[in-house]
T-cell receptor, first 117, second 111 residues
Framework: DSGVTQTPKHLITATGQRVTLRCSPR?????VYWYQQSLDQGLQFLIQ???????AKGNILERFSAQQFPDLHSELNLSSLELGDSALYFC????????????????FGPGTRLTVL | AQSVTQPDIHITVSEGASLELRCNYS??????LFWYVQSPGQGLQLLLK??????LVQGIKGFEAEFKRSQSSFNLRKPSVHWSDAAEYFC?????????FGTGTRLLVSP
């Protein structure tokens, strides 16, 4: 158990709908990362937040957005869902944001499996 | 562009035999390097990491990996595979923020 929790575990929805995935980081971790694992694209970084602010952006679609709240939990919002959005969405957390002189290990949650029908 | 390549999609190894999973990276400078394992329906578990120093790193579950700068490689090894090692293995690299993952190698263990 990494200490990172994600809810829900599974989500089934229809095309065109909007869903929210939730992540609670490990106690004391300030950074949250979102990754998408799909059959087509593999494991891809989506976005990172650090202490409430967006820190880095990856291949995140405009239909997707995220935020990190004052209690440090994060939510990933996916809208106008398409069949291709079906994937496993992972959240990871780390103590801080890594820099040139140090790397802060990312701990992964169990993921939320999204199925778009 | 930053990339990580795992050339083998599937590998089958007999139980008790040795294992080597290949990983090559392309980065501007030497990145931090990682191996993760994902069992069916599970999240990602870190096996080992390389930041600097000794090029042979030891990890959990009896795994080790060797960093070779000249070959831009970070191959994962295990001397004797157990049936419980069957899983998907991901090599990853990082500059400072995001992890860039390879496409994964699925390990099958035959009796």
């Amino acid at each position: 158990d990494s200490g990172v929790t994600q809810t829900p575990k599974h989500l089934i929805t229809a095309t065109g709908q909007r869903v929210t995935l939730r992540c609670s980081p490990r106690s004391g971790d300030l950074s949250v990362y979102w990754y998408q694992q799909s059959l087509d694209q593999g494991l891809q970084f989506l976005i990172q937040y650090y202490n409430g602010e967006e820190r880095a952006k990856g291949n995140i679609l405009e239909r997707f957005s995220a935020q990190q709240f004052p209690d440090l939990h994060s939510e990933l919002n996916l809208s106008s869902l398409e069949l291709g959005d079906s994937a496993l969405y992972f959240c990871a957390s780390s103590v801080a944001s890594s820099g040139r002189s140090s790397y802060n290990e990312q701990f992964f949650g169990p993921g939320t499996r999204l199925t778009v029908l | 562009a930053q990339s990580v390549t795992q050339p083998d999609i599937h590998i089958t190894v007999s139980e008790g035999a040795s294992l080597e999973l290949r990983c090559n990276y392309s980065y501007g400078a030497t990145p931090y390097l990682f191996w993760y394992v994902q069992s069916p329906g599970q999240g990602l578990q870190l096996l080992l990491k390389y930041f600097s120093g000794d090029t042979l790193v030891q990890g959990i579950k009896g795994f080790e990996a060797e960093f070779k700068r000249s070959q831009s490689s970070f191959n994962l090894r295990k001397p004797s595979v157990h049936w419980s090692d069957a899983a998907e293995y991901f090599c990853a690299a990082s500059g400072f923020q995001k992890l860039v993952f390879g496409t994964g190698t699925r390990l099958l263990v035959s009796p």
